[in-house]
Each structure stands twice: as structure tokens, then as C-alpha cells.
């Protein structure tokens, strides 16, 4: 399986042109697309003019940037000028855009070419990718399994090797959950790190857009592109971007790597508990400092999220809310369960964020990143509605949400990394969580673990 | 210990704000606003009094100094 590295190597030493490696995944889409459904939309004819302009410009000299010549794959919430971008959902499936969303024209400025557009949780509102207007999406390491949500089309697409990278977006685990099941890398970065300017929106203040990919330092190529201060997107910020890419020889020497004493590694799955404190004893023979650390009310945290989530999304769709017919029985009941929320709950909750972010803070004078699984369990069946870990019956959603959503309203920054798989063959995810902004040690800290852990270039056996 | 006040009639909060849901999808959300409810009402004792909402501040180039290039975060 190649990386992003190696493609823009292959490239670069003319052993391979963009259009040959666009023709190669294309090739790869059309004959995996029928089975795992990743793809809603397939650019094909813009995919290979955009890969021949590519090698025409590299024959001249020029090379936009880090991701010249590389196919890339688009959640299918990122507005893609003349191309549908339908959110997954019945009331945008004619929608074609005038223009990109941020995040697509800093792609498209260093060089990617688009293959397509990713399938994805109705609406970017679950965690299955079973949407019934587009088609379920399934998980390339077992079909009957679902890719997680809501970007699971670009969590299937990645792992399945159909492109070098797709766009996810992640609300209340959404990078991450796929990333988990799926077996890649998730990165949902601080809040304001990446612009949120036209990106479809489930939720005004706990989006985020991000990058799945083969390899940490794949994802860090991609923020080096993505990253930054765009004024079309009032919660972007103006803090300087830092180079994400970590070095080839990395050191975890001085790092203080935080294992939460509490909360994360309640109820999991035995085999995901092992292999995450294994991440962690490699992490100790890197060098790092492993410390045990007492979060803040997590339970409290994610409830606080949830209140904010149902009514920013509530609030988002009331326009379309007259048309239930149009909508999948799940998200129709969480639009719902919103318009009921009193406003009291709503800023109560952001307040409640504001004294979270302060208490959170006390957990990072004692670690410089915490170690956590990012899913209790490997991935459910596809029709699954409830899981039993550690001996309680747990509803799929809320027990694939539990240890990811809380940090989307922190606002921190969180990477979803593989680091074994089940007995079963099923990938299982560990996360790293960072300081506001610290993007940069997160991925040193996941690049240096994922060269021990040597799970990246594991292929899906079932294709 | 903080006393929590009855748990709100979701149903009569419905027929007021969302009449248009009907009884049986009704029937499906109670449950799930009577178990987020449970955990979050409590919680809402916990921010002091003076506690402002963590809205994205919005600043203007008038209003910006040196070092307020975050002022969007808190």
C-alpha cells in the first residue's frame, strides 16, 4: 500500500506519472466500488485532466506542492465546484456548488487530484455509513462489518487502497471512529486549525475537518496544506502553523505520555485494552515517560457535547425539518430530540464547555499527551443496534462515540492511529490527545509509535 | 448535593414547540431526552455564577491589539 511519501517519491523520480497512478486507482475504484460502496461520486474525466495538467506542469518545472500528482478522495460534505456534493442526504442529492470548500482549493493549490467524492452517514450524522438514500458502506477487512461513521466512505476508501488520502470531518468522532474501524489514520485537528468554510454544516461549533490516511506522516502532509487562517470561517484561527511533518529518526525521549487512570479504559473490549497498554509499553521503550493521569467528568463532558451537537443540528436543519419523509428514521430522531431542547440547556451547556476546556488544562501540566483506545470495541456488524462490552449492554452509537466525542468540544487535538488487530482480523484504533495547537508533538508521538507498532501497509485480506 | 428538579413533559413540550412529530416518533426520542437529561440537568450547577457561554468571540480589526490573533478562542 502506498503512502502519500512514496507516490510523491515515485513521481518525482519519473518512475511513475500522475496519470498512470490516477489510472491505477481508478481502476482500483471501479473494481472495489460495487462491494464497499466508498465512493458517491466518481470524477473520472476532471481526475485525469487534473493528473495530466499535473505531469505537464512537473516536465516544465513546476511542482505546486507536497501533494502534486496525488489522488485524493473528498467527503461527500465539502462543497466541490461543479460537482454534486449531496451531504449523504436526499435534500442536497442535485446540489452542485460554485464553488470549493476551503479545504479543497489548498488541496487542489498543491496539486491533488480529485478521484471522487466519499459516501457518508446521512446528514454526517451517525456512525454507520448505512445511508438510505446512497447505500450502506462496508468495511474492506470484513464486509459484513460497517466502515464507522459518518466519514466511512473515506475510512473504506483509504483502507481499501481506492486513494492516497481522503477528507473526513468529525463532529463527535466522525475522522476518528472510521479511522479505528477501518485500520487507518484519523486526524481531527484543534478547533479553528482548519477552516470550516464550505463545508456543509452539521454543527456550528464542533465540526472539524481532517484527514484519513496509510500513515501518520501522510496526515501530517496533508495539515501542512490544510492548515490555517482563513477569513471566510470567523472561528478559524491566526496562530501560526507550525511544519507537522515529523523527522525520519524520532525520539520520545522528555515526552510525558498521560494513560488515563479513569473513564477511557472502563468497559472495552479485552483485546482493545491489550493492545492500546501496548502501545503504551512501546511508547515507553521509545523513551517516553508514561504517567498515570485523573481526567474530569468525561460522562459529563460527552452529555454536555451531546446537548450542543442535537441543538446546533436542530437549529442548522429547521428549515428542512417540514419534509420527514426525506429523511432516515435515525437522524429524523435526533433532529427531533433537538427541537425539543430548551435554550436554558443549550447555553448551559457552553457554559459548561468553558469550565471542561479549564479543567482539562490540569491534566496537561502532568502529561504532554494522553494514550487512549479511540473505540471500546473493534467494528460492529453491519445492523448492529447494541454492543455488550465489559459485561453492559451499550447502545452501538453511544458506545462508538464514548471516547472521542468529549474531546470535540475541547476543542483538542486527536489522532486515531491502528494498532493491532482482533483475534477476529479486525483493526483496532488507539488515540492520542494533544494541548490546543499542538498538532505537531501528536504526530511525532503517532509517527514514532506507528514505525514500532508496524501495522502500516497491512492490506484488508478480504480483497 | 444540588436538588434536581422534576424531569420536563417532553411530550407537552413537543405539542407546544413541534406539533408536527407524530406520537410514535414521539414515543422513540423520550426515552433518549429522558436519559440525557438524567445525566446533564445536574451538571448545570457546576458552572459558577459568573460562567460566560465558550461562544466563538468575533473581533474587528478596530477592536484587535498586538497578540489578539486568537481571540477567537478562549
Known amino acids: 500500500m502506498l503512502t502519500i511519501g512514496e507516490a510523491a517519491s515515485l513521481q518525482r523520480d519519473r518512475k511513475l506519472s500522475a496519470v498512470e497512478l490516477t489510472r491505477h486507482y481508478l481502476d482500483h475504484i471501479e473494481k472495489l466500488n460495487a462491494k464497499l460502496n466508498a465512493f458517491i461520486t466518481v470524477t473520472s474525466e476532471r481526475a485525469l485532466a487534473d493528473a495530466a495538467r499535473c505531469d505537464e506542469e512537473r516536465k516544465h518545472g513546476k511542482v505546486r506542492g507536497p501533494l502534486h500528482g496525488i489522488p485524493v478522495a473528498i467527503k461527500d460534505v465539502f462543497c466541490t465546484r461543479g460537482v454534486r456534493t449531496t451531504c449523504g442526504s436526499k ?46 458502506v462496508h468495511n474492506p477487512w470484513d464486509l459484513e462489518r460497517l466502515p464507522g461513521g459518518s466519514s466511512g466512505g473515506s475510512g473504506s476508501a483509504v483502507a481499501s487502497g481506492m486513494c492516497l488520502m481522503a477528507m473526513g470531518t468529525d463532529t463527535g468522532g466522525s475522522i476518528r471512529i472510521p479511522a479505528s474501524f477501518c485500520g487507518t489514520v484519523g486526524l481531527k485537528p484543534t478547533t479553528g486549525r482548519v477552516s470550516r468554510y464550505g463545508i ?104 454536555t457535547a451531546r446537548v450542543i451537537l442535537l441543538s446546533e443540528a436542530s437549529a442548522a436543519m429547521e428549515r428542512f425539518l417540514d419534509r420527514r419523509g426525506d429523511f432516515g428514521a435515525d437522524v429524523l430522531a435526533l433532529f427531533d430530540q433537538g427541537r425539543l431542547i430548551p435554550a436554558t440547556y443549550y447555553i448551559n451547556a457552553q457554559r459548561l464547555r468553558r469550565v471542561y476546556m479549564l479543567e482539562f ?101 478480504a480483497l | 448535593m444540588y436538588n434536581v428538579a422534576p424531569m420536563r413533559n417532553w411530550k407537552q413540550i413537543a405539542a407546544a414547540l413541534a406539533p408536527d412529530i407524530p406520537e410514535a416518533d414521539l414515543a422513540r426520542v423520550i426515552p433518549a431526552l429522558d436519559a440525557l437529561e438524567a445525566v446533564f440537568r445536574p451538571l448545570m450547577h457546576r458552572a459558577p455564577h459568573e460562567t460566560e457561554p465558550a461562544y466563538i468571540m468575533l473581533v474587528t480589526k478596530a477592536q484587535s491589539e498586538p497578540g489578539d490573533e486568537d481571540k477567537a478562542h478562549i
Open chain 1, 200 to 303: 456543509l454544516p452539521l454543527d456550528f461549533t464542533l465540526d472539524h475537518a481532517g484527514p484519513l490516511t496509510a500513515s501518520v506522516r501522510d496526515a501530517a502532509v496533508v495539515l501542512n496544506v490544510i492548515a490555517g487562517r482563513d477569513t471566510r470561517d470567523d472561528s478559524s484561527s491566526a496562530r501560526p502553523v507550525a511544519n507537522y511533518l515529523p523527522p525520519a529518526e524520532i525520539s520520545l525521549r522528555g515526552v510525558r505520555v498521560g494513560l488515563p487512570e479513569n473513564f477511557f479504559f472502563d468497559r472495552l473490549d479485552p483485546e482493545v485494552e491489550r493492545a492500546v497498554r501496548g502501545v503504551a509499553d512501546a511508547a515507553k521503550g521509545l523513551g517516553a515517560e508514561i504517567v498515570s493521569v485523573k481526567v474530569p467528568d468525561m460522562e459529563g463532558i460527552n452529555a
Open chain 1, 361 to 461: 488544562q490540569a491534566v496537561f501540566e502532568r502529561a504532554d499527551c494522553l494514550l487512549t483506545p479511540a473505540t471500546p470495541t473493534p467494528a460492529p456488524r453491519i445492523g448492529q443496534t447494541e454492543l455488550v462490552v465489559g459485561g453492559n449492554r451499550e447502545d452501538v452509537r453511544l458506545a462508538s462515540t464514548r471516547l472521542v466525542r468529549g474531546i470535540n468540544l475541547l476543542g483538542l487535538p486527536a489522532l486515531s492511529l491502528p494498532c493491532g488487530l482482533s483475534g477476529e482480523g479486525l483493526p483496532i484504533g488507539a488515540q492520542l490527545i494533544g494541548r490546543a495547537f499542538e498538532e505537531e508533538l501528536v504526530l511525532r508521538v503517532g509517527a514514532a509509535l506507528e514505525d514500532v507498532i508496524g501495522f502500516r501497509g497491512r492490506r484488508p485480506p
Open chain 1, 91 to 136: 435534500l442536497f442529492s442535485d446540489y452542485v456548488p460554485d464553488h470549493d470548500a476551503a479545504v479543497v482549493e489548498r488541496l487542489q493549490a498543491a496539486g491533488a487530484v480529485l478521484l471522487g467524492k466519499t459516501t457518508l452517514h446521512e446528514l454526517a450524522y451517525g456512525i454507520t455509513s448505512n445511508n438510505p438514500h446512497f447505500g450502506t
